[in-house]
DNA sequence: TTTAACCGGTGACATTCGTCACAAAATCAG
DNA sequence: CTGATTTTGTGACGAATGTCACCGGTTAAA
């Protein structure tokens, strides 16, 4: 629970008592790597907090996998639209690997919420970092080659680099691996 | 104002109070076509309720005009991520026909939040609304075809292809303006 | 009315990308 | 260690896309 702290710490000013009632909503769990968070078709009412390991969400298309996010630790995975309205998954969130998390229980934090501004003021910064990393990674696709969204990963956020297969890697920056292959060849030989 | 009641009414439930406190938030503003809401490197400091009329977000890179959204009658616009953290915007909102808005001013919206929940809990739904619309626009190009992509707001956004230009919606699909051409060909001759 | 600006369409051509097939290298399990 | 599996690289080829140039129709301004 200490990484937690931590980072509500970061968000939001929070009292003692704030943090007691928000531990009622919190469940500590595990998942074993390919073990599901959220499958496709269910109703999401949880937020994952990563305290060890990571995940990605990922649709599967015709039978397909498209990854579209990577979540690592001291970050919140979940599905905003389902987990805020109520609608079933699109998509999938797997544990990519031995994974530690932090369960924030919807219905449990919305009472928590009830007793202190605090907690509310919490959650409406979480989403808010959660809108802003949907923007960031969205941009790339707006505006980028592929090439250039490799490069702005490479640069801001080496950590995918490092954790995720080029598989994996290529399914998420949204071209086939063999053009992944194709780009890391040319900057090799030029 | 009364769209604006209804919108919020349709989110969170207000009472009295809290209207009375939220209005010293909020201001009136008219913008002519093309003029900015909000310019590139400038800091977002509003939230801006479209009453009438749309805007849109766009990068200007290396002098090349990119479409990044659209902004319709009772929806918010802003730079959510220059919003919450205080950084310079990355891109522009600028108004593509004669707009009528009320701006949410951030620093009297937050002490207005300081006196109800009410007005925390609209704010989350606020951004929850917004982080969904984002998800739902990046999955698109992580997903999809040029084509596809056209397709997809054929059947769920059709107000864009009613009002919005070939060329603006070409940039907005991450297309050229010919390409766009020739997806709408290939339908109508198959 | 005339002219300019804008909008949408299209042809030509080079480039890039997806797909399929296969091979080399790395990793894992027994 | 060894064989099997997974991961990564690459060649061939067709399809899709970007770029450039130009045209006709519509709209708006002079």
Redesign the interface.
């Known amino acids: 629970m200490n990484n937690l702290l931590k980072y509500i710490d970061s968000l939001t000013p929070f009292s003692e008592r704030s943090w007691e009632l928000l531990q009622l909503a919190l469940t500590k769990q595990e998942f074993k790597k390919n073990e599901f968070l959220l499958k496709e078709g269910q109703v999401c009412d949880s937020l994952f907090y990563i305290d060890k390991g990571f995940c990605k969400s990922y ?1 599967d ?1 015709d039978g397909v996998v ?1 990854n ?1 996010g990577f979540f690592f630790e001291n970050e919140i995975a979940t599905n ?2 389902s987990f ?2 109520g609608e079933r998954s ?1 998509f999938n969130l797997v544990a990519c690997e031995q994974l530690s998390t932090i369960i924030f229980d919807k219905e449990k934090l919305f009472l928590a919420a009830k007793e202190t ?1 605090e907690i ?2 919490l ?3 979480c ?6 990393k ?6 790339l ?3 980028y080659s592929a090439q250039q969204r490799l490069e702005y990963l490479e640069t801001k956020h080496p950590e995918i680099l490092q954790r995720v297969s080029l598989a994996q890697l290529a399914s998420f920056l ?1 071209v086939a691996r063999e053009t992944l292959s194709r780009i890391r060849r040319r900057r090799r030989t030029s």
Chains 1, 2 share one sequence.
Do not use: D
Not at 127 to 132: C, E, P, S
Not at 134 to 139: C, H, L, P, R, T
């Open positions: 649709y298309i498209k579209t905003i639209i805020g309205s699109e501004p509310e003021t959650g409406r910064n989403i808010r970092l959660f809108a802003a949907q923007e960031e990674f969205s941009k696709f707006k505006l949204g």
